[in-house]
């Protein structure tokens, strides 16, 4: 019988240092604004685009639509967020931010550049630009597999240089 040699497996090496990073964030962001779970992700997508809908919000934070919905649920009850009927689709709310969020975006990012540079500390610069350039093609790689099999690619929020 055949086994993977996990010490091998470049996917779980990616897997694992990216849920290391992201529960370093998360613990960051609780500890400092009170933020949980995917609430503070919520805040950067709307940062950077406001008056999205629901499914898109969902996309951009890697979170199921219907996982989503009761975090939008409390943000908004907690005053950092706000829904508004779609005028051109009335099934869709659009999200976007409250004064509240507002306020806490540049220390969110702030969080977020400081938590980059703990995980890239001892990180040279070339090293580091190799690692791009190698993720960027396995992305790539697998991209093209995913259209090859006629699915649906998840949104890629890199913008790159092909772009």
Known sequence: ?????????????????????????DVDMRNKFGLTGGKWKIIVVLSIRQGITQKQLADMTFVEAPTLVPIIDKMEKDGYLKRQPDSNDRRNNLIFMTEKSEKIVEPIIDCIIDIRKIALNKISKKDLEIGKKVLLQITENTEQLIKEKGEK????????SKE
């Open 1 to 25: 019988m055949k086994k993977l040699d996990l010490n091998d497996s470049i996917g779980l090496m990616l897997k694992t240092s990216a849920k290391a990073w992201e529960k370093a964030v």
């Open 153 to 160: 690619l998840e949104p890629n929020l890199l913008i790159t």
